[in-house]
């Protein structure tokens, strides 16, 4: 993946009813570890990482990156959501060059079922149309990963193919910024 590119970043943290989304900061770190050392959180994202592989190579500070937001739930990191431009050989685009912006999201399985996938991918798209205005976003998730595909579903993606890659039926889908 490679990084948005905006005019201003970081910007101010982002808070919603419950949620607040931020950039990465070092005290991040081991929520960072957790998530991608959690089998149930790579369930669908090629599985886990092994614990010592990311003490070594996660950085002091996590995904610090434009598009790169921390999910706080009362100053405890939950999650992450991240808008990057997808790699030119990743399948599943809208246009030849296939550089849309593509919507990711973990959470720890604490906070799963309970909305707040939903409430900080709402905001952080919102974000996104201050930041970048017009530009669609993609999302591309396992169709066996049945709370992302309701997720997709809830936050208005639209099916725009389906394919496979990973040894196994990916979903691929896009969301246009209301029109003003």
Known sequence: MSDLVVDSWPPAPIRTERLVLRRSEARDRAAAIELFASPEVRTYL???VPREELERNVPEVPGNRPGFFVVELAGETIGT????????????????????????????????????????????????????PGEPVVLCTQTANEPSMRLAAKLGFTEVERFEEYGAEQWFGAWHPPVA
């Open 81 to 132: 959501v991240t808008l990057d431009r997808p790699d030119a050989g990743r399948l599943g685009r809208l246009t030849p060059a296939g550089q849309e912006a593509e919507l990711g999201y973990v959470f720890l399985p604490t906070a799963w079922g309970r909305g707040y996938a939903a409430e900080a991918c709402a905001a952080a798209l919102d974000w996104f149309v201050g930041a970048l």
């Open 46 to 48: 090629g599985g886990p």
